[in-house]
């Protein structure tokens, strides 16, 4: 890896929730995707990345849900394990999946204590603020660390009734500033603001000792997350503003698997030293 692009100035490091403390400190902004199996997670390993989410987009770009809510802890579960399979130096964070800690404390921290133990994850990550403080002190007192997640939070689309901006309106503006220090005072380790105004996300991160990851949040964060699916240009109908696509591989997938077509149909494929 190119050191200037290595987290605080040194070599290759496992990135840990210190270093990315570190980062924020240092002003070394923090790099963030999901990946949802081992393949894909070893590659974006590799290239570098600071933290692979196993997000719970999974329902959407894996398993063709609408939205995030189907996904099951068991599926988070196997995403899970396949990536931390695949990962040598990113800090992986695993979603805990709508229904698996709303309930009460116990719960979240029994849900929790699965994605570590049955996918060997280094961290989870719930959706909420004050509503859930509860639980995750609960999960951060078993040792296990904690990423926040505020502004459009997709496990409460049906409350929201739309994937539109949030936090525009002074209340809620007033709410999510609050809710980021009750995370941090929680003790989360690090907090993903979500489509919000970027003036806001700027102060909230100025605010707040913890890395604040944005999407869809601008520049003054302290780094940023896409879903790999998007930004690799593999999903082609999600297409809002903050999304920066940096391949087109629904094209290049398409046109690699016609490709293959044609050999097969016109007896190309494969050839003599294709064969045994
Ligand atoms: O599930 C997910 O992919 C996420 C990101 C959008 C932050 O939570």
Do not use: W
Request: charged letters at 25%; aromatic letters at 6%; one cysteine or more.
């Amino acid at each position: 890896m190119d050191k200037e692009l290595s987290p605080v100035g040194s070599q290759v490091k496992k990135i840990t929730t210190h270093v990315l403390k570190a980062m924020k400190h240092a002003g070394e902004k923090i790099s963030m995707l999901t990946a949802y199996d081992y393949s894909m997670a070893q590659i974006i390993d590799q290239a570098g990345i600071d933290i692979i989410l196993v997000g719970d987009s999974a329902s959407n770009v894996m398993a063709g849900h609408e939205t995030t809510l189907p996904i099951t802890l068991d599926q988070m579960i196997y995403h899970a394990a396949s990536v931390i399979r695949g990962v040598k130096n990113s800090l992986v964070v695993v979603d805990l999946p709508f229904g698996s800690y709303q309930g009460n404390s116990k719960e979240a921290l029994t849900s929790a204590i699965r994605i570590m133990k049955e996918a060997g994850a280094h961290s989870v990550k719930l959706e909420g603020g004050k509503e859930i403080k509860e639980s995750i002190e609960r999960i951060i007192s078993a040792g296990i660390p904690v990423m926040g997640h505020l502004g459009l939070t997709p496990q409460s689309i049906y409350k929201f009734g739309t994937y539109a901006v949030r936090a525009k309106e002074e209340e809620e503006e007033n709410k999510l500033k609050e809710d980021a220090k009750i995370l941090e005072e929680a003790g989360c380790f690090a907090i993903v603001l979500e489509k919000i105004p970027a003036k806001l996300a700027k102060e909230v991160a100025a605010s707040v000792e913890i890395p604040v990851i944005g999407i869809g949040a601008g520049n003054g964060v302290d780094g940023q997350v896409l879903v790999l699916h998007d930004m690799l240009g593999i999903t082609q109908e999600f297409s809002p503003r903050f999304l920066r696509r940096y391949n087109n591989l629904h094209e290049q997938i398409t046109q690699s698997v016609q490709a293959y077509i044609k050999d097969i149909k016109s007896k190309d494929f494969p050839n003599e030293n294709e064969q045994y």
